[in-house]
């Protein structure tokens, strides 16, 4: 499988309601980057340090699983580009939405490397 499929089928599987897919693929030593200057935004440099400072924030405000929309995915080469949209339920009434734009980098079935461009103003909202 490309870096393309690889991406597209966990995201589909992530649209049909299993994010578990998704994040199983995140490589141990992934590079994930948050951007922005909010909460959660910075380098993590590893699958552990993206959960701590990124994901296990992100659930203490959630209510529920994120529902995902892709938009488009463009890949070349070993790296992919995803747009989509996300719904989660909060914690305090109501749903937080937002649309993002990740990019990927892929080595054989695992997810190396992942930049996420999202509205950091509706992050920000999350905190405060």
């Not at 992530?14 to 935004?41: K, L, Q």
């Amino acid at each position: 499988m490309n870096a393309k499929e690889v991406v597209t089928n966990l995201f589909a599987k992530w649209e049909a309601g299993d994010s578990s897919g998704f994040f199983d693929a995140v490589a141990d030593d992934v590079v994930w980057t948050a951007i922005g200057t909010t909460p959660i935004s910075g380098v993590a440099h590893s699958k552990k340090e993206y959960m701590d400072k990124t994901y296990l924030p992100l659930q203490a405000v959630f209510a529920g699983s994120t529902s995902c929309k892709v938009k488009r995915v463009v890949a070349e080469g070993d790296t992919v580009v995803v747009e989509w949209h996300g719904e989660t339920p909060l914690a305090k009434g109501g749903v937080y939405a937002n649309d993002y734009c990740w990019v990927i980098r892929v080595t054989g079935d695992k997810l190396m490397e992942v930049t996420g461009y999202f509205d950091t103003a509706a992050v920000q909202c999350l905190f405060t």
